[in-house]
């Protein structure tokens, strides 16, 4: 596989516009791979404006968190500054994390297409960001190290963001009927203990914006992590058990339905992940072996499912 991959950096380095068809048989999946160069790379103007209106929208869901009146003082829209900022920064790092990484293995991957959504009802003000990987993923190294790259950037962003956000959230007094309430994870309750301590009866933490964000951070990160199909966990899953991934994936869409009856939102996942389908396909090299470093950051990632995973994420 490495002179596969060798190939391939030579035809890209020696010429930028050519098109070039390689016919590479790799039993048992040989195949035609086309790679296509540009003489001038382009500037991403849909990845910049999605980026700008995404930024915009997630700034009006921020300042309406924080009480503003967007309707008499626009200025006032400066407010969402904070959660706008957190959360675009983990977006962010998680996506340009599986950039990153395709770029070091060779994969051609699109830049991050972030996703503006509507303020209302989507308080959050964005729907997520993605990648578009373009190329065939060569071996299981490869197909761990992008999908891993991505979940342990967003982490290592959410969990500092939560931190110094609880520090500045307040506990206030529980008022029956009005907001709704967060879910806990594992990994939220333990920092909670920390910083707070015992809250007492009828008290609560009242998240400020910066750590709403990071919480939203953690719970993304979580919905990635799940081991199905081609998002991250199902990626990094394949990687580490091969087609079992399809056992496990089954398993926890099953378990998705059950917990559907705590929250209704999981019932929307298993069927998105119905759609798209639970089997993760096979990579171009697919008896290749992961060396013991990949297993440990593999058994990390699951481990940063584990403490980020909340059954209840909202309710009334």
């Known amino acids: 596989m490495n002179g596969f991959r060798e190939l391939l950096n030579k035809i890209r380095k020696k010429n930028d516009y050519e098109r070039r068809r390689i016919d590479i048989s790799i039993p048992p999946y040989g195949e035609e791979i086309f790679i296509q160069q540009e003489k001038k790379k382009r500037i991403p103007y849909l990845n910049i404006l999605l980026f700008l209106l995404t930024i915009f929208t997630t700034l009006v869901a921020g300042a309406l968190m924080e009480g503003a009146d967007l309707r008499s003082d626009f200025s006032s829209l400066k ?43 989507f308080i959050i003000g964005t729907f997520g960001a993605f990648i578009k990987v373009k190329s065939p993923i060569y071996d299981k190294k490869t197909l761990l190290d992008i999908g891993a790259a991505g979940p342990i950037a967003g982490f290592l962003i959410a969990v500092p963001s939560v931190i110094w956000g609880l520090q500045i959230s307040e506990v206030r007094e529980v008022i029956p009927g009005q907001g709704f309430v967060l879910g806990n994870s594992l990994l939220l ?18 998240l400020g914006s910066v750590a709403f964000a990071g919480f939203i951070g953690l719970l993304v990160t979580a919905f990635n992590l799940l081991p199905i199909g081609q998002l991250d966990g199902g990626h990094i899953s394949y990687a580490l058990f091969g087609r079992k991934q399809n056992i496990i994936a089954k398993i926890v869409f099953v378990s998705l339905i059950l917990l559907s009856f705590l929250w209704l939102g999981w019932l929307i996942w298993a069927m998105l992940i119905y ?9 171009v090299n697919d008896f290749s072996i992961i060396d013991k470093k990949r297993k440990i950051i593999g058994y990390i990632c699951i481990t940063i499912f584990i403490l980020c995973f909340t059954p209840i994420p909202f309710s009334i």
């Open 79 to 121: 407010m969402g500054i904070p959660f706008s900022f957190t959360l675009i920064t983990i977006l962010g790092f998680h996506e340009f994390g599986h950039f990153i990484a395709s770029r070091i293995h060779g994969v051609k991957a699109t830049l991050p297409y972030f996703i503006p959504a509507p303020p209302f009802p």
């Open 275 to 283: 759609t798209i389908g639970f089997k993760h396909p096979p990579t």
């Open 189 to 206: 309750h333990i920092l909670e203990k920390i910083i707070y301590g015992n809250i007492p009866p009828g008290y609560d933490i009242h």
